[in-house]
Each structure stands twice: as C-alpha cells, then as structure tokens.
C-alpha cells in the first residue's frame, strides 16, 4: 500500500514501512489544496502537529485506511470526519512520557540550584558564588499532583534523590500510590502546607484550570518551589505574580502556557522564574520514538489490525455492535455520572448487564464505563482502546455480570462501586430511535429521568413544602429547572432525593443557601 508521510519523521520510522513491502513517500510542507489533490493516492497518512487534516483532505482520501499523528494528541485531526468515513486515527500517547517526567526533574533541580541565573550572571562576566546559593532535594517534601504515567515516572525519579513524596489523585488508588512509594492524601489543601516542591501532571479540564490560585498559595511553605510542565493554566500566573513580589517562593519553573508561543507574562519580569518555551516532548529520544510508534501502529491498522492507540475506532462484530450500540454512550455517561457521585478514589467497579443485553459481548460496554470514569482526570486523552490500560496502571478493577432477567425492562445496565461499606450506584436504560439514555436508579432511589449537561442531587427530609424552597432558592439565583424527578426509598425512612436537570452550574454559595434553606443532608453537583 501506499503511505504518505507529510511532516519530518525519523529515518527508521520510514525503514519499518518500507521494510513491511508498504511504498513510502515524503512531501513536507504541502499546502491545504496540495494534500487535498494527493491524498486520494494513498491508504495511510502521517503527520506531525503543523499539517492540519481537514474534512476536506479526508473526504478527498478515498483509499484512507488510518490517519497517524506522530505525537501525543490529534487536534489537528478531523477525528469526526474520519471516523464518518470508517478510518481509523491513532497517536503515539507514551512517545514523550519519559521527556516530560525528565523535564520536570531538570527544572527542579534548575530552580532549586538557581543555575540559569547563574549562567547569566556568569554571561554577563560576573563571578558571584553567594548570590546562587540554591537547595538540595534531598530529604525535601515533593507534592506531586496528579499520579497518572508521568506522574508516576517523576515519582520513581524523585525517590531516587531521597525525597518524600506526597500525591494527590482522586482518580488514583491507595495501592498504586503506595507502589510509587507516595502517601496520597484526600484534598489539595492537605498537601499544601507540607510540600517543599509541587508538581502538577493533569489534563487540561475546567476543574484544573485556575486549580492553584492566590488562595493556594497563601497555604503553602514560604519558600516553596512549583514547577508546571503539564498544560498551561494550572498555575494562576497573574496572582503567581503577586506572591513572586512578596518573596513567597523560592522559584517557580513554567514550561507550558495557556495561549502560546508566549512571549510575555506576568511573571517573566521576575528573577526566580525559570521559563522554557514547551520542552517537555522536544528532546531527539521522544521524537524518534513517537515516528517509531505511529508507524508501527500504522502498520497494524494497514493489516486490518487492533490499533491500541486508535482514538476513534473499536473493531467489534456488527451483531453485537447493533445491541450494544445504544448503551456505549449511556454507559460512558454512567461512568460520568459515578466517578462525581464517589468522593474517593474508585478501586472497584461492576457493571451488571440485565434482561436481553446480556445475551451479547459487553465487554465494549465496560470499556465505556471506564472511559467515562476517567475522561475528566486523565493526563491523556481516554478512549475505547486504551480505558481498560489506565484502569490498568491507576489500579481500578472492573467486574462485568450478566442477569438474564429482564425485571421491568427489556435490558437495563448498573454501575456500582462501594466506598467503604456505602453503596455508590446508578442505573439506565436507553431506547428510542436516538438512543436516550434515561437515569432509572440513583443511590437505590427509583427515578425516571433523560440527564442533561448539568444536574443537581439533593438528599433531604421527606416533609412539605421542601420543592418549594429549592425552587426559590434556585430562582433567586436566576437558575432556571428544566426537568425533574423526585425518588423515595421506604417511606419510614422518611428521606427523598431529588435528580434535577438545571440550565447552569450551581455555584458554592448558591448550595450552602439549600443546604441550609432545605436542609440537605448530601448532594452532588454533576456536570456531564
């Protein structure tokens, strides 16, 4: 077959096409219209971040197979399109993990040591050995936030150096953490005042964004270090800024921005900020491996293979996808809806598949419930290949059964886990010629309710006249109910719970006034 490669990728990449019987060609720096007229030739595509692949290229592809991005993600990429088109898109997710675990090690150590400003003084022909005093690592507190894959690979680094380690990671589990020799604590706020270096290693979501600001770092050590080579944004650089003034720490290394190439910040002005122009994958090693890689997995989806890194494509018989179809997007959504719902850290899983689903393979259907677990807070983009892998490495078990039983519906799907001995559940059913999916148990309540983008749970005492205050309180707020149910357990227990669909966030201040207008004993505020 026939592969076009349209960005620089590293010589032996090519070599392991060339040597599969695969014709290679290279035609760098294509313009939109180029690539539109060349690529109904070739049945695969390789491109690095500058090439964008638009609907239009993939449209022109007539002979597409597998679109491969020699790096980490596929923004540049009309995934929807392709996948319309049944081609698959794969990545190289690991090419660049050690780089940017090293990355963070070297700007720690920069910053603690003071050695770019060391360098330039020396530069500029001074000779001053007391200005650059710096710190040791070791037996330093390292707060690490964020254990995912390169998360993990710091903390392997960092105890090398004799340093404690600390963690946070709702998604992480207490074995995994405790196998990378970190004791993971269950808020932020604990870890602040405890750490001499933190670290963050997150995706970039709304919760993460904004997630160290002036309140943060009044908490932490004076004096502390914070290095971000993960995505820009985490750190509030403009309240950063205030605290760098006022002497608060002893040096902050930035590595990636919200907006770049960035040339300038509210901290660039300052002495004990060590800012590099988003290193973290740039080293010669991440480079040739993330050629190697896609080219490999283009291999595999060239030879009608699994492509582990495929974003968009899961090789499953149509008989089974035709009854399991409905259910793949209800099930992510249940994963959702639980891994907001569990205040901990999710162990454990199961997935109980009733009535005439549970005659087919939903294996696909656990997958999704993973993937809808850690689409919010993992480091890299979770699809349906690679959930079960970070379930894998975040030490999260998934338990699938089968009831043949078709109860009150035709088919239904539970997910379940347990924090400590307090049942976490949500059920649902999907139907209709869009695949609704419909919440039909939450928290063992009975409920009947399509969940939309954001949705309210509230437990309070069954007594007159509650829906009303909710109502007022949310009115006020200028928040308006779009849909609602109310659920009951056994009547003495004298406890409702109430699932409702509103059309904009709760904020903080608005639920501490239901709390205390309602007297809500527990509620959740998911977004979806």
Known sequence: MKVLIAEKLASNAMTLLEEAGHTVDVKMGLTNDEIIETIPDYDALIVRSATKVTREVIEAGSNLKIIGRAGVGVDNVDVEAATEKGIIVCNAPTSNIVSAAEQTICLMLASARKTPQANASMKNGEWNRSAFTGHELYQKTLAIVGLGRIGGLVAERAASFGMELIGYDPYCSAERAANLGVTKYETIDEILPLADFIVVHLPKT?????????????KMKDGVYLVNTARGG?????EMAEFLE????????IDVYESEPCTDSPIHVFDEAILTPHLGASTVEAQERAGIQIAEYVLLGLENKMVPTAVNVKLVPDDVMGAVAPYISACATLGVILAQLSREAIANVELTVSGELSAYDVSLLGTAALRGIFSRHSDEPVNFVNANYIAEQR????????????????SKVTLLTMNGNKRIEVSCVASGPHADMRIISLLDYKLDLIPRKYVLVMKYE????????IGTVLGNANINISTMEIGTLDKSIGEALVLMNVDDPVPADVYDELVASVGVTDGWFIEL
């Open 206 to 218: 709304k919760e993460t964004i904004g997630m160290f600001g002036a309140k943060e770092y009044a």
């Open 462 to 469: 069954d007594t007159p006249g509650k829906l009303g205050r």
């Open 234 to 238: 985490i750190y509030n650089l403009a």
């Open 395 to 410: 030490g999260v078990n998934i338990t699938i059964k089968k009831d043949s039983k078709q109860h009150e519906y035709n």
């Open 246 to 253: 006022n002497g608060k720490f002893g040096g902050v290394a």
